[in-house]
């Protein structure tokens, strides 16, 4: 998430954000690197967290999050990409496995005619 806009919210509006990361990534299948979110996915991450259509006030009574009509901007939602550390050594096996296998009597089954 992005992480200083996130720590500025209240501990309820981070759990609102993260139940968006969690249900609308996870559940509902929603692009989780937008910051413009509908009333409707909106909607159903709140249906499917506290069983009923109410979002958060701090979401849609905030005219500077309101990009357009039933559009809000959620700026503290998308990841920020952070780049791997790519691995230099090759992997390799240590460790020589020289295994038999046997088969006993009682692994063998018989077919029925």
């Known amino acids: 998430m ?9 501990k309820t509006q981070q759990l609102y954000v993260e139940s968006i990361r969690d249900i609308g990534g996870n559940q509902l299948g929603y692009d989780m690197t937008k910051t413009n979110w509908t009333r409707k996915e909106l909607i159903a991450v709140s249906m ?7 979002v958060p006030n701090w979401i849609v009574k905030d005219k500077s999050r309101r990009v357009a009509r039933g559009l809000y901007a959620i700026s503290e939602l998308p990841l920020e990409l952070v780049e791997e550390t790519p691995v230099t050594e090759p992997l390799t096996i240590t460790d020589d496995i020289d295994a038999d296998i046997t ?5 063998i089954t018989q077919e029925i005619l």
């Open 48 to 54: 499917i967290r506290q069983n009923n259509d109410d």
């Open 103 to 107: 088969v006993s009597d009682d692994m």
């Open 2 to 10: 992005n992480n200083e806009a996130f720590a500025n919210l209240t």
